[in-house]
């Protein structure tokens, strides 16, 4: 099974991206763990919440993993890179154990979501501003370049984006 994450800054549209490649290749995609457990705990997290999100997404992209085994694509919405960069971002630091995690991931494909949408308001986003957007792009980047997985930049309106997303899994992940 082939890995794709689908990673960004908030209102990028990544769980859009990803519902929408899942159902063109009629497969599964995970969820971002962090949207339930801020909607059950609420919006005011702590440090130390962040690895507890970050177990939880471990946990679901394991069980969906394991429920579309039989298929060659999985596409998940974040991964820990998200938790680092969310926790460096808020707290200025970012949890060991987090740091280990991400260390023995393992993906095929990340699809770097622009800051080209228009911001969508929603009870759990913090940055509406697109200077943060953007900083938090960067550090996207940034994290992807030192790394070896292959990954793309998604821009444009969500058509385009589908579009992008499709060519690039077909480039890296299909034509192998």
């Not at 694509?73 to 060991?96: A, G, K, M």
């Amino acid at each position: 099974m082939r890995k794709i994450v689908i990673i960004g800054p908030e209102s990028t549209g990544k769980s859009s991206l990803a519902r929408s490649l899942a159902e063109h290749y009629h497969t599964g995609w995970v969820k971002e763990y962090a949207r339930e457990f801020l909607l059950t705990h609420g919006k005011a997290y702590t440090y130390e919440d962040l690895y507890t999100i970050a177990c939880g997404q471990i946990a679901l992209e394991f069980k969906t993993t394991e429920a579309f085994s039989e298929k060659p694509l999985l596409f998940i919405d974040t991964d820990l890179h998200v938790v680092r960069v969310w926790s460096e971002f808020v707290f200025n630091r970012c949890d060991n154990r987090i740091l280990q995690h991400i260390a023995r991931q393992s993906y095929d494909l990340y699809l770097l979501c622009n800051t080209d949408l228009p911001w969508e308001a929603d009870e759990l986003r913090e940055y509406p501003d697109l200077e943060s957007r953007q900083r938090l792009f960067h550090y996207y980047y940034d994290t992807l370049v030192q790394q070896s997985v292959p990954f793309e930049i998604i821009s444009g309106t969500e058509t385009t984006r589908l579009q992008m997303a499709i060519h690039a899994v077909q480039k890296h992940c299909l034509s192998i």
